[in-house]
């Protein structure tokens, strides 16, 4: 994956909150709104399994413990150093920066296309915990997460390391690029209204949990299949290339985030579909593909079809 030397960067479009102060052990962990991390889905798997309770929170989450104060945004650092394109190829932050703006961009463009006015949401990096301005506290292990109530995402860069060193995933800037189209999946979701569609708590293959997860992979895919034509505020991509290793990272990266993989492979090493949260491996590699090829949003209806995968 490479970005276009040219193009600006916008920074605005993120808030750092690393380095500014954390919550500490013991914060509330917030659970749900799209969550992809490890341990969380271990934790939600646990909960259900054994009874377990905790405060319902917005989107469906749940919240143990207490909340601690939050953080504040510094951005001076990105804004110094993540001006264009250029900085993306040599940072990792940068990356992101512009694997964000060319998303947002993209939903902008197809939401005008339908009339619509689409709402730019920022991406909070993080360390260690985090506080949300709707959905209460969450901890690293929750893995990179959407609030519904605040309308933000969050993520602690920390994952993608997880995801390679732990689960051996192959990695890439591809692979975070999916991670964080899959959120602003979900952020669409909320836009559309798709989101109230899930009962809180609904566990299940056909779920309407595992339906809203499918369709932010499959969304996340839509993004990918336009992304090198789809420009900036100067009017030139953010991105010049996608290669075929990078969709097989992605698709290497879904598979072992899948319901089924978890629960075999972290859990009690049987799979029990009436806990799927998110879908299966070999689910979500199929949506994400659905997207990618066809590049149409209208093809990810998940709640309109009895075949998932």
């Known amino acids: 994956m490479r970005f276009n030397e040219d193009a600006e960067l916008d920074t605005s479009q993120v808030d750092d909150l690393r380095g500014a102060g954390g919550m500490g052990v013991g914060g509330r962990v917030a659970l749900g709104g799209g969550g992809l991390g490890i341990v969380g889905l271990l934790i939600f798997f646990l909960l259900g399994q054994l009874g377990g309770g905790g405060t319902v929170l917005p989107g469906g989450g749940t919240a143990l413990d207490q909340l601690a104060p939050g953080q504040q945004a510094d951005n001076r650092q990105l804004e110094e150093k993540c001006r264009t394109g250029r900085d993306a190829n040599r940072d990792q932050d940068c990356a992101l920066v512009a694997i964000i703006n060319s998303i947002q961009n993209y939903w902008s463009d197809q939401f005008a296309r339908s009339g619509k006015t689409y709402q730019k949401a920022p991406t909070n990096f993080f360390t260690g915990a985090v506080s949300t301005g709707g959905c209460g506290g969450a901890s690293s292990d929750v893995g990179p997460f959407y609030c519904p109530a605040d309308t933000e995402v969050y993520i602690d860069l920390g994952f993608f390391t997880e995801l390679q060193g732990r689960f051996k995933a192959q ?4 692979v975070e690029a999916y991670v964080l189209a899959h959120e602003y999946g979900h952020h669409v979701q909320k836009l559309l209204g798709t989101s109230r569609r899930v009962r809180p708590g609904e566990t299940g293959p056909t779920s309407g949990a595992v339906r809203l997860e499918l369709q932010a992979d499959c969304y996340a895919g839509t993004w990918a299949h336009h992304a090198t034509r789809t420009p900036t505020r100067s009017g030139k991509p953010l991105i010049t290339e996608i290669t075929q290793d990078d969709v097989n990272r992605a698709l290497d990266a879904a598979a072992r985030i ?13 799979v029990d579909e009436g806990k799927f949260s998110h879908g299966s491996s070999t689910q979500r590699q199929k949506w994400f593909t659905t997207g990618l090829k066809s590049g149409d949003p209208a093809q990810c209806n998940t709640f309109g079809t009895a075949d998932l995968g």
């Open 171 to 174: 990695g890439g800037t591809f």
């Open 258 to 270: 899948g319901d089924d993989y978890i629960q075999k492979n972290l859990g009690s090493g049987r």
